[in-house]
């Protein structure tokens, strides 16, 4: 939208330079944007949405609905959306880029691989595999039954869980490293109305744990207190 495209500068309104202390997270690092301050908390950044829908209803489990149904449709959904909404920033995050799978505070995510070695790796491989992985659970037809009659595995919202957790740490990436290309195409509305439908439904049905989510939880917060005015 109009005025929305510009991108501030990375040095505080008062010019000085920013100290260690200012970033609050121990972990202090330089995302790739070379920001030290977070521009998705400023309020002209976190008013923009693409609707105003009343997400808390959205999200909630509907009467008369299956609940492991609904959560796997939604996981579908959530899939589809999110890993076309990477690929479209997928040129601005390459291994020269993005050395290492990170998200706010410099957070960095591991991947662990099947045998449960754990492999650091760039941000565009770690989230090829996380992609694949998903990928590969939806399609699977023990884990995600697409015929009438079919029962849902033991085990099958351990699996959901895992899922949004790699579709929030998606999210966390674009959010940390990618925000101004986000800006620049405009998409920060629909990163932020994503992201907000995203922890609302993981909120309602208790998919991700506090720990996950703390790295975001101060734009959760301010993207929450958006929707309450
Ligand atoms: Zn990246």
Redesign the pocket.
């Known amino acids: 939208m109009g005025g929305c495209h510009s991108y501030p500068s990375a040095t505080k309104t008062d010019g000085t330079a920013l100290q260690p202390s200012d970033i609050n997270n121990e972990k202090l690092g330089i995302n790739?944007n070379n920001l030290e301050e977070r521009p998705y908390l400023q309020q002209q950044f976190v008013c923009q949405r693409v609707t105003h829908t009343d997400m808390f209803a959205l999200t909630a489990l509907p009467p008369g609905i299956d609940k492991a149904e609904w959560l796997a449709s939604n996981t579908v959904a959530f899939f589809k959306h999110i890993n076309l909404f990477s690929s479209a920033l997928s040129e601005f995050?390459t291994p020269s880029?993005?050395p290492t799978a990170c998200g706010p505070g410099n957070t960095v995510y591991v991947w662990t691989d099947e045998q449960g070695r754990k492999l650091k790796c760039s941000?565009?491989l770690y989230f090829d595999y996380a992609m694949s992985y998903i990928q590969d659970l939806l399609t699977d037809e023990d884990v995600f039954p697409t015929k009438t009659g079919a029962v849902f595995p033991t085990g099958f919202v351990f699996l959901v869980q895992k899922v949004f957790l790699l579709l929030f740490r998606t999210l966390a990436?674009i959010y940390w490293?990618?925000y101004r290309e986000t800006l620049a195409m405009g998409l920060h509305p629909h990163l932020n109305t994503l992201f907000t439908h995203l922890t609302l439904f993981c909120r309602q049905h208790a998919l991700l744990e506090p720990e996950d989510t703390e790295p975001l939880q101060d734009l959760i917060t301010a993207l929450g207190q958006q929707g309450a005015t």
């Open positions: 790739n995050c880029t993005c941000a565009p990436h490293c990618h």
